[in-house]
T-cell receptor, first 115, second 114 residues
Framework: AQSVTQLDSHVSVSEGTPVLLRCNYS??????LFWYVQHPNKGLQLLLK??????LVKGINGFEAEFKKSETSFHLTKPSAHMSDAAEYFC?????????????FGKGTKLTVNP | GAGVSQSPSNKVTEKGKDVELRCDPI?????LYWYRQSLGQGLEFLIY????????KSGLPSDRFSAERTGGSVSTLTIQRTQQEDSAVYLC????????????FGNGTRLTVT
């Protein structure tokens, strides 16, 4: 079965320092992977998606993620954190089965950015 | 509006009552999803509609939960005889088609069962 594991429930960084949010996936074939962000009291917003076209995917707000098949990882990074990046981040895999499809979400990583 | 619209934004109900949650997807989006977000639990898939196909109800947690999608557009999620464990944020999302189209989420309905 396809699933994703977000290795950290909370990450705290200082403004201006790099961000690393870790995600590992399990899949029997090349998956479609996404990162979504949820700001407090806001809806979920797509940050970026991997669909096998390129292993390094660039998203909005300076975020990027690298698909590493050998490590079954899809970690989210940003070179320099901004206060506005404080939010919850979800790593997601698309599961297609029998004509249906769904996104399977990780449990989320809450990012805190300290001044 | 241009986005997915959900109503009400907040709902407080007494245990045992029925509730209906509404979702207006983006016009032209054929796929519609319902998810539930509980504190510390991430997002839990509930149900998926695609065009006129039979919905995938595999995520509904009990027979108290049901959903309809009328005319391929508006969807209603109904919870009968609500229980306290039903308290959560219920999120609706839509997308243009299957494949790698991203989902567009509404802001959710926060349900509190007292």
């Amino acid at each position: 079965a396809q699933s994703v594991t977000q290795l950290d429930s909370h990450v705290s960084v200082s403004e201006g320092t790099p961000v690393l949010l870790r995600c590992n996936y399990s899949s029997s074939y090349s998956p479609s992977l996404f990162w979504y962000v949820q700001h407090p009291n806001k809806g979920l917003q797509l940050l970026l998606k991997y669909t096998s076209a390129a292993t390094l995917v660039k998203g909005i707000n300076g975020f990027e993620a690298e698909f590493k098949k050998s490590e079954t990882s899809f970690h989210l990074t940003k070179p320099s954190a901004h206060m506005s990046d404080a939010a919850e981040y979800f790593c997601v895999v698309r599961l297609t089965q029998g004509g249906s499809e769904k996104l399977v979400f990780g449990k989320g990583t809450k990012l805190t950015v300290n001044p | 509006g241009a986005g997915v619209s959900q109503s009400p934004s907040n709902k407080v109900t007494e245990k045992g009552k029925d509730v209906e949650l509404r979702c207006d997807p983006i016009s032209g989006h054929t796929a519609l999803y319902w998810y539930r977000q509980s504190l510390g639990q991430g997002l839990e898939f509930l149900i998926y509609f695609q065009g006129n196909s039979a919905p995938d109800k595999s995520g509904l947690p009990s027979d108290r939960f049901s959903a309809e999608r009328t005319g391929g557009s508006v969807s209603t999620l109904t919870i009968q005889r609500t229980q306290q464990e039903d308290s959560a944020v219920y999120l609706c999302a839509s997308s243009p088609r299957q494949g790698n189209s991203p989902l567009h989420f509404g802001n959710g309905t926060r349900l509190t069962v007292t």
